[in-house]
């Protein structure tokens, strides 16, 4: 196995968030790159964050804060998109996990598949309960879990309404799932370029923010001398 150092072509930053309402001082600090943890198979991209209060000892909020995070760098989605994916843009577990999606809006009829998991989802009325919340536990709708899908297998929501009809096989949902997987595996070049893409941008705003740094140090040094 290869042996790959812990973080490749890792991107971190820190911009104050007032906005988020943690209080007028509060920082965010977002972390993103390629991951290896030792005894996976490859690297992993990892798109995380955390939220505190400058001499405060314990954090606000930690985690995949994905919507917090592209509030402050919405040039980041490219690689929010990528999170679990490995070095080649392949999903974590693309075949077992997409297809736990895609039986939950088929509603095939089996017990382990997404349209059966329950979880917090939005109340489908629209409505804000006694305490505030905007969400309900309950188990996912079609339409909620082929979005889920979508986004697994990072293609447009329609895009994905217009394939599902053709692999959809009610008398053998094995078919269903042999088709998906011949698809998913032709989409190996446009998940490799879709990590390129992702690593580029990263090793980007890392030189950026490089050229940002020497361009204030530099400034310092002409104030401290007088030049």
Known sequence: MTDYPEYQHRYRSTRGCPALGYGPKAQIRVDACLHYI??????????????????????????????????????????????????????????????????????????????????????????????????????????ECLQHFADH??????????????????DDWHASRRWFGTWLAAQAPRFQAEADAAVELLDALNASQAQARAARESSQVIEKTGG
Request: aromatic share 12%.
């Open 38 to 143: 030792r005894g996976n198979h490859a690297p992993y991209f990892s798109v995380t964050a955390d939220v505190y209060i400058p001499g405060r000892r314990d954090i606000e909020a930690c985690g995949c804060l994905h919507d917090d995070i592209l509030k402050f760098w919405p040039k980041l989605a490219p690689v929010i998109a990528l999170h679990l994916s490995d070095d080649k843009g392949v999903p974590m577990h693309a075949e077992a996990n997409g297809w736990y999606q895609l039986a939950g809006y088929y509603q095939t009829g089996g017990r382990y598949h997404a349209g059966n998991s329950q979880g917090n989802y939005p109340r489908l009325d629209g409505s804000v309960g006694p305490y505030g919340q905007t969400t309900e536990y309950r188990c996912p709708t079609p339409d």
């Open 153 to 170: 297998v990072r293609i447009p929501l329609d895009a994905a309404r217009e394939l599902a009809p053709y692999w959809r096989c009610p």
